[in-house]
Protein backbone atom coordinates (compact mmCIF):
# COMPACT_ATOMS: atom_id res chain seq x y z
CA UNK A 1 0.00 0.00 0.00
CA UNK A 2 1.51 3.28 -1.00
CA UNK A 3 2.29 5.91 1.79
CA UNK A 4 0.81 9.17 1.42
CA UNK A 5 3.39 12.10 2.73
CA UNK A 6 2.87 15.57 3.20
CA UNK A 7 5.85 17.92 2.90
CA UNK A 8 5.46 21.64 4.38
CA UNK A 9 9.24 22.88 3.30
CA UNK A 10 9.59 26.25 2.13
CA UNK A 11 13.26 26.21 0.27
CA UNK A 12 12.05 25.02 -3.01
CA UNK A 13 15.82 22.91 -3.47
CA UNK A 14 15.48 21.14 -0.67
CA UNK A 15 12.05 20.43 -1.04
CA UNK A 16 11.94 18.80 -4.40
CA UNK A 17 15.00 16.72 -3.32
CA UNK A 18 12.69 15.19 -0.43
CA UNK A 19 10.14 14.87 -2.95
CA UNK A 20 12.50 12.96 -5.45
CA UNK A 21 13.90 10.82 -3.23
CA UNK A 22 11.18 9.22 -1.30
CA UNK A 23 9.17 9.13 -5.00
CA UNK A 24 11.95 7.10 -5.94
CA UNK A 25 11.22 4.85 -3.31
CA UNK A 26 7.49 4.52 -4.24
CA UNK A 27 6.05 6.98 -1.66
CA UNK A 28 3.27 9.41 -2.81
CA UNK A 29 4.49 12.87 -2.25
CA UNK A 30 2.34 16.15 -1.36
CA UNK A 31 4.76 19.43 -1.79
CA UNK A 32 3.37 22.40 0.00
CA UNK A 33 5.54 25.83 0.53
CA UNK A 34 3.93 27.34 3.27
CA UNK A 35 1.54 27.20 5.98
CA UNK A 36 -1.45 28.28 4.93
CA UNK A 37 -1.18 25.42 2.14
CA UNK A 38 -0.31 22.65 4.42
CA UNK A 39 -3.38 23.36 6.28
CA UNK A 40 -5.43 23.16 3.31
CA UNK A 41 -3.82 19.86 2.40
CA UNK A 42 -4.76 18.66 5.35
CA UNK A 43 -8.55 19.02 5.67
CA UNK A 44 -8.56 17.99 1.91
CA UNK A 45 -6.76 14.56 2.05
CA UNK A 46 -5.71 11.90 4.10
CA UNK A 47 -1.63 11.67 4.51
CA UNK A 48 0.27 8.65 7.10
CA UNK A 49 2.88 10.97 7.77
CA UNK A 50 3.02 14.48 7.60
CA UNK A 51 7.03 16.27 7.45
CA UNK A 52 6.91 20.04 8.61
CA UNK A 53 9.42 22.67 8.58
CA UNK A 54 8.91 24.84 11.43
CA UNK A 55 9.44 28.62 10.39
CA UNK A 56 7.82 28.88 7.25
CA UNK A 57 5.35 31.34 5.57
CA UNK A 58 1.72 32.13 6.97
CA UNK A 59 1.35 29.63 10.02
CA UNK A 60 4.97 27.81 11.50
CA UNK A 61 5.19 23.93 11.46
CA UNK A 62 4.77 24.34 15.70
CA UNK A 63 1.13 26.09 15.27
CA UNK A 64 -0.29 23.83 12.45
CA UNK A 65 0.32 20.55 13.89
CA UNK A 66 -0.73 21.83 17.61
CA UNK A 67 -4.02 22.71 15.96
CA UNK A 68 -4.09 19.60 13.87
CA UNK A 69 -4.23 17.63 17.26
CA UNK A 70 -6.65 19.68 18.57
CA UNK A 71 -8.86 18.38 16.01
CA UNK A 72 -8.56 15.09 17.30
CA UNK A 73 -5.69 14.12 13.94
CA UNK A 74 -3.64 11.62 15.03
CA UNK A 75 -0.90 11.58 12.15
CA UNK A 76 2.23 10.74 13.32
CA UNK A 77 4.71 13.90 12.47
CA UNK A 78 8.31 14.74 11.72
CA UNK A 79 9.88 18.30 12.22
CA UNK A 80 12.41 19.08 10.12
CA UNK A 81 14.21 22.00 11.29
CA UNK A 82 17.32 24.06 11.73
CA UNK A 83 16.14 25.04 15.23
CA UNK A 84 17.80 23.21 17.59
CA UNK A 85 17.68 24.59 21.20
CA UNK A 86 16.70 22.19 23.73
CA UNK A 87 13.46 25.04 23.94
CA UNK A 88 12.72 23.98 20.20
CA UNK A 89 12.85 20.64 20.44
CA UNK A 90 10.25 20.64 23.65
CA UNK A 91 7.81 22.66 21.58
CA UNK A 92 8.03 20.30 18.57
CA UNK A 93 7.20 17.42 21.30
CA UNK A 94 4.90 19.67 22.98
CA UNK A 95 3.17 20.09 19.60
CA UNK A 96 2.43 16.69 19.08
CA UNK A 97 4.78 15.49 16.68
CA UNK A 98 6.46 12.07 16.80
CA UNK A 99 10.02 12.96 15.73
CA UNK A 100 12.60 15.60 15.43
CA UNK A 101 15.37 15.97 12.89
CA UNK A 102 17.46 18.51 12.51
CA UNK A 103 19.12 20.27 9.50
CA UNK A 104 21.45 19.21 7.67
CA UNK A 105 20.35 15.41 7.30
CA UNK A 106 21.14 12.82 5.04
CA UNK A 107 18.27 11.53 3.60
CA UNK A 108 18.19 7.98 4.14
CA UNK A 109 18.74 9.02 7.92
CA UNK A 110 14.99 10.68 7.37
CA UNK A 111 13.89 7.67 5.42
CA UNK A 112 14.78 5.24 8.61
CA UNK A 113 13.09 7.30 11.24
CA UNK A 114 9.91 7.90 8.59
CA UNK A 115 9.94 3.82 8.04
CA UNK A 116 10.19 3.57 11.66
CA UNK A 117 7.07 5.65 12.57
CA UNK A 118 4.98 4.07 9.70
CA UNK A 119 5.59 0.39 11.54
CA UNK A 120 3.55 1.52 14.43
CA UNK A 121 0.32 0.39 14.50
CA UNK A 122 -1.45 3.36 16.59
CA UNK A 123 -0.80 7.13 16.78
CA UNK A 124 -1.15 9.11 20.16
CA UNK A 125 -3.58 6.88 21.83
CA UNK A 126 -1.64 5.96 25.19
CA UNK A 127 -4.73 3.83 25.50
CA UNK A 128 -4.29 0.07 24.13
CA UNK A 129 -7.44 -1.10 25.02
CA UNK A 130 -9.99 0.80 22.59
CA UNK A 131 -13.97 0.42 22.44
CA UNK A 132 -15.07 -0.77 19.65
CA UNK A 133 -18.76 -0.77 21.15
CA UNK A 134 -21.17 -0.56 23.85
CA UNK A 135 -20.10 -4.14 24.74
CA UNK A 136 -17.01 -4.74 23.19
CA UNK A 137 -13.32 -3.76 23.73
CA UNK A 138 -9.86 -4.62 21.88
CA UNK A 139 -6.55 -4.29 23.66
CA UNK A 140 -4.32 -3.89 20.55
CA UNK A 141 -1.27 -5.09 22.31
CA UNK A 142 -2.73 -8.57 23.44
CA UNK A 143 -4.61 -8.93 20.52
CA UNK A 144 -7.67 -9.65 22.97
CA UNK A 145 -11.02 -9.00 22.01
CA UNK A 146 -13.54 -8.62 25.49
CA UNK A 147 -16.78 -8.95 24.90
CA UNK A 148 -19.31 -9.04 27.41
CA UNK A 149 -16.60 -9.54 29.86
CA UNK A 150 -15.74 -12.62 27.88
CA UNK A 151 -12.31 -12.73 26.15
CA UNK A 152 -11.54 -13.71 22.30
CA UNK A 153 -7.91 -15.07 21.24
CA UNK A 154 -7.47 -12.73 17.82
CA UNK A 155 -4.99 -14.88 15.41
CA UNK A 156 -2.63 -13.09 13.72
CA UNK A 157 -4.66 -12.60 10.76
CA UNK A 158 -7.52 -11.49 12.22
CA UNK A 159 -5.56 -9.46 14.24
CA UNK A 160 -4.25 -7.67 11.18
CA UNK A 161 -7.72 -6.98 9.62
CA UNK A 162 -9.33 -5.40 12.77
CA UNK A 163 -6.63 -3.07 13.07
CA UNK A 164 -6.70 -2.07 9.78
CA UNK A 165 -10.35 -1.66 10.04
CA UNK A 166 -9.80 0.35 13.28
CA UNK A 167 -7.21 2.83 11.60
CA UNK A 168 -10.05 3.10 8.79
CA UNK A 169 -13.14 3.15 10.50
CA UNK A 170 -15.93 4.39 7.74
CA UNK A 171 -13.55 4.40 4.78
CA UNK A 172 -13.83 1.78 2.02
CA UNK A 173 -10.68 -0.27 1.84
CA UNK A 174 -9.83 -1.71 -0.88
CA UNK A 175 -8.99 -5.80 -1.31
CA UNK A 176 -5.43 -4.44 -2.86
CA UNK A 177 -4.95 -2.63 0.45
CA UNK A 178 -6.27 -5.90 2.49
CA UNK A 179 -4.03 -8.27 0.60
CA UNK A 180 -0.66 -6.10 0.84
CA UNK A 181 -1.95 -5.68 4.93
CA UNK A 182 -2.43 -9.51 5.81
CA UNK A 183 0.25 -11.31 3.72
CA UNK A 184 3.68 -10.54 3.55
CA UNK A 185 5.84 -10.48 0.11
CA UNK A 186 6.09 -13.96 -1.03
CA UNK A 187 3.06 -15.22 0.99
CA UNK A 188 0.05 -16.55 -1.40
CA UNK A 189 -2.90 -14.45 -1.58
CA UNK A 190 -6.02 -16.22 -0.97
CA UNK A 191 -9.41 -14.61 -1.30
CA UNK A 192 -11.16 -17.42 0.10
CA UNK A 193 -9.31 -17.29 3.26
CA UNK A 194 -10.12 -13.69 3.66
CA UNK A 195 -13.29 -14.07 3.69
CA UNK A 196 -12.81 -16.52 6.89
CA UNK A 197 -11.19 -13.49 8.21
CA UNK A 198 -13.84 -11.13 7.43
CA UNK A 199 -16.88 -13.96 8.66
CA UNK A 200 -14.54 -14.13 12.21
CA UNK A 201 -14.84 -10.97 12.99
CA UNK A 202 -18.46 -10.15 11.77
CA UNK A 203 -18.94 -13.49 14.09
CA UNK A 204 -17.33 -11.18 17.06
CA UNK A 205 -18.63 -8.01 16.13
CA UNK A 206 -21.88 -8.04 14.74
CA UNK A 207 -22.11 -8.44 11.14
CA UNK A 208 -23.63 -5.41 10.38
CA UNK A 209 -19.97 -3.64 11.27
CA UNK A 210 -18.27 -4.77 8.64
CA UNK A 211 -20.17 -3.62 5.25
CA UNK A 212 -19.14 -5.45 1.97
CA UNK A 213 -18.48 -3.29 -1.10
CA UNK A 214 -19.37 -4.67 -4.50
CA UNK A 215 -16.18 -6.08 -6.40
CA UNK A 216 -14.26 -2.99 -4.27
CA UNK A 217 -13.77 -3.74 -0.45
CA UNK A 218 -14.65 -3.52 2.84
CA UNK A 219 -15.97 -0.91 5.54
CA UNK A 220 -15.75 -0.75 8.86
CA UNK A 221 -18.38 1.18 10.29
CA UNK A 222 -19.29 3.17 13.12
CA UNK A 223 -22.55 4.22 12.50
Request: aromatic share 12%; net charge negative.
Amino acid sequence: MTKKLLLLEDDIALNETIVDYFENLGFSMTPVYDGNSAQEAIFENNFDLFLLDVNVPDINGFEILKNVREQGNTTPAIFITSLNSMVDVENGYDSGCDDYIRKPFALKELKLRVETILKREFFHNDNYKIQIDTNIYYDTQSDLLSINGSEVQLNNKDAKLLKLFLQNKDNLITHETIYSTLWEYGEDISESALRTYIKNLRKYLGKEKIVSIKKLGYRFTTK
